[in-house]
């Protein structure tokens, strides 16, 4: 473990991946992952990396920065987090010339760990220009959820579910466009579907957050 002699500068400490200085900055304390990584479930420490996929809206700096930005809302920083403790967050997208925008649902969405319940009017929320919706899963692959979910799968795989599907096609009806796609970001990867579900299925390996 590294420790600082007389004369070195406590703020110049470099610690082992997943390892922090400690409060005087005289040797390293084990602690979360340092800025710029994130811990996987195996408890390594990641580099976030930015998103260079076929998908320009995950491309899209200013929509990294929102999925940074869920992602740590959503309280799903490390798989050491308690399940119980972690909220599904998310919002729209929108497009404005050549560039894209998030818009967070607000505060009359319920947030819990395993679902977003939308108000009755949730339809007049809906932002003009829209592409596209995401929302988090705070979960990563193979977390066993059905101690705080409902009907959830022994091991979390990932993806769109029914709710997720059909919220969807109500927001396709309600705006009457059906190229409009849905965003789900979870502690591994970025999924993106469209009315298919299924057919048009795309698995991105986490980025940007």
């Known amino acids: 473990m590294p420790i600082l002699r007389d004369g070195d500068d406590p703020q110049t400490l470099e610690c082992p ?11 390293c304390v084990e602690g979360d992952c340092p800025e710029g990584y994130y811990e996987n479930l195996q408890g390594d420490c990641i580099e976030k990396e930015l998103c260079t996929t076929n998908d320009d809206i995950i491309n899209s ?3 990294q920065i929102a999925f940074d930005n869920l992602w740590e809302s959503s309280g799903a920083t490390n ?3 308690p399940m119980e403790s972690r909220l599904e967050d998310g919002g729209w997208i929108v497009q ?4 894209y925008e998030f818009i967070s649902f607000d505060s009359s969405w319920t947030r819990t760990p395993c679902g977003i319940d939308p108000p009755v009017n949730w339809a007049s929320t809906i932002p003009s220009n829209l592409v596209g919706v995401v929302h988090t899963h705070p979960f990563y692959l193979g977390e066993d ?8 799968e022994e091991e979390y795989i990932g993806g769109p579910s029914t709710p997720d599907y059909n919220f969807l096609v109500a927001l396709m ?19 993106s579907f469209d009315f298919s579900r299924t057919s048009n299925l795309q698995t ?4 940007g957050y």
Do not use: H, K
């Not at 009806?173 to 999924?191: A, F, P």
């Open 17 to 27: 991946l997943g390892q922090v200085p400690n409060s005087t900055g005289t040797y």
């Open 61 to 63: 700096q200013d929509i």
């Open 79 to 81: 798989p050491d987090v």
């Open 96 to 99: 404005n010339g050549g560039s």
């Open 145 to 152: 959820r059905r101690s705080i979910c409902d009907g959830a």
């Open 173 to 191: 009806n309600e705006t009457n466009d059906y190229g409009l796609l849905g965003y789900i970001i979870d502690g591994d990867q970025i999924s």
């Open 204 to 207: 991105y390996q986490r980025c």
